[in-house]
């Protein structure tokens, strides 16, 4: 075991060091100036570095990671075997896990010959209810949360999805409104498109024989989505990423935690394998920016025009927007909450523990090819006042911030 450990070590320093020794002098800044992508993380990280526990950044360009950094603790002591953050550890991306989804769906879309304009309903579990409307959205109204759904949602597990979709849509006329059970949908139609063998319920099934089928199909499905996206969409952007699974597996995991610290013992936030596809991927940085990179200067996952139809139409994102300082971007956030942070609906739950601690994830693409995926496992404060904002405020403003003066800094 010693010896296994040792040798896991030396071939992360190798791999730690041939990304940090190559080039990081690159051609990004405005009519093709020379910046350094590692001016970039210092423009960054003297914004972040003593405001949150802990985050870590890898910063890529034009499909090649460039710099890489990380800032305070991925555990601390309360939980026993405490860490400082390194670029490796693994943490729940939250809703960053929409767009590998979204890659995966239009990956088995491309491959049936089908597009996004192409109806949903046929490819949901044969036995469910359709309530009204259900049989006009198509996939790429999901993708771009214009179901009809609004923001009705009981949860993304199978029976509550199920429910959802019997009672059909809320609004006909399809506004969009963000819900994480438009990809937690995702789920089935992956599974049925790619041909996966799912349980089918016998004819006349009484009600434990539908509760045990029901129970046996959503794991199945689950598993199914898992496997995909392992073999066509993580599998194919970096060593090592075909294992991956939307659940903690390191003996003593990353944890997310409350800051200012508080002594508590910090959280993962468990399994999420059944409620999988609108979250759950347990990721480092360097697999996001892995993947990231891999989907849009690769055509490993999907042809560019949709991994561009991806950005452009925020399928898969949520922002399609441009810096203070008029650098276009598209971004996808991911984040669980640290505190109830609603005055008016949480009342006296106000600033209280919601989870035990808080994560804030983001894939983001600047027009001028640069990429940025991060992770920070706490709220950060800089200038929120935590009596009024309890669960801070976000990261991703800083880092556009840095970005902007690091995109100014460029040599004529």
């Known amino acids: 075991m010693k010896q296994q450990t040792t040798l896991l070590l030396a071939i992360l320093a190798i791999f730690v060091f041939a990304l940090i020794s190559c080039d990081k002098t690159v051609e990004v800044g405005p009519s093709g100036s020379t910046l350094n992508t590692d001016d970039l993380v210092k423009a960054i990280s003297k914004r972040l570095d003593g405001n949150c526990v802990g985050y870590q950044l890898v910063v890529s360009v034009n ?50 010959q089908k597009t996004v304009d192409d109806l949903i309903h046929s490819y ?22 214009q179901s009809g759904f609004v923001d009705k949602s009981y949860g993304s597990d199978y029976g509550s999805l199920k429910k959802l979709v019997s009672e ?24 049925t498109l790619a041909d996966y063998s799912v349980t089918k319920l016998p004819a006349n099934a009484n009600s434990t024989t ?24 993580l599998g194919v952007s970096g060593s090592g990423m075909s294992t991956i699974v939307c659940k903690p597996t390191d003996p003593n995991p990353a944890l997310c935690y409350q800051f200012p610290k508080d002594n508590g013992k910090g959280d993962s936030f468990g399994d999420m394998t059944l409620t999988n ?45 441009k810096t203070a300082g008029g650098i276009a971007y598209y971004a996808k956030n991911g984040g669980y909450p640290g505190k109830f942070a609603d005055k008016a609906k949480d009342g006296a739950n106000f600033g209280k523990n919601y989870n035990a601690g808080q994560l804030e994830s983001w894939l983001i693409g600047f027009d ?28 991703f403003n800083s880092i556009l911030a840095g970005f902007d003066e690091w995109y100014k800094s460029a040599k004529k």
Request: include cysteine; hydrophobic fraction near 40%.
């Open 124 to 145: 949901l579990p044969a036995h469910w209810t359709l309530g009204t409307g259900i049989k006009t959205i198509t996939f790429k109204q999901l993708l771009t949360h």
């Open 277 to 321: 596809a609108e979250r759950g991927w347990n990721m480092t940085s360097v697999q996001m920016a892995a993947f990231m990179s891999t989907l849009h200067y690769t055509e490993k996952i999907i042809p560019k025009s949709l991994s561009d139809m991806m950005k452009n139409e925020r399928a898969g994102y949520d922002f399609r927007n």
């Open 63 to 112: 499909g090649s990671q460039k710099s890489i950094y990380a800032y305070g603790d991925a555990r601390l002591s309360q939980d026993g075997n405490p860490r400082a953050m390194f670029v490796n550890d693994k943490y729940n991306i939250a809703s960053c896990s929409k767009t590998i989804t979204a890659a995966a769906l239009l990956r088995t879309l491309n491959a049936k």
């Open 210 to 233: 539908l509760a045990t089928v029901e129970n046996k199909q959503a794991q199945e499905y689950a598993d199914a989505y898992i496997d995909y996206c392992q073999k066509n969409v």
């Open 368 to 395: 001028n090819n640069v990429q940025i995926a991060f992770i920070a496992n706490s709220q950060v404060f800089i200038t929120a006042n935590k009596n009024d904002s309890p669960n801070g405020e976000l990261a």
């Open 168 to 191: 059909g849509l809320v609004d006909s006329s399809k506004p969009e409104t963000y819900n994480n059970a438009n990809y937690a949908l995702m789920r089935f139609l992956i599974a």
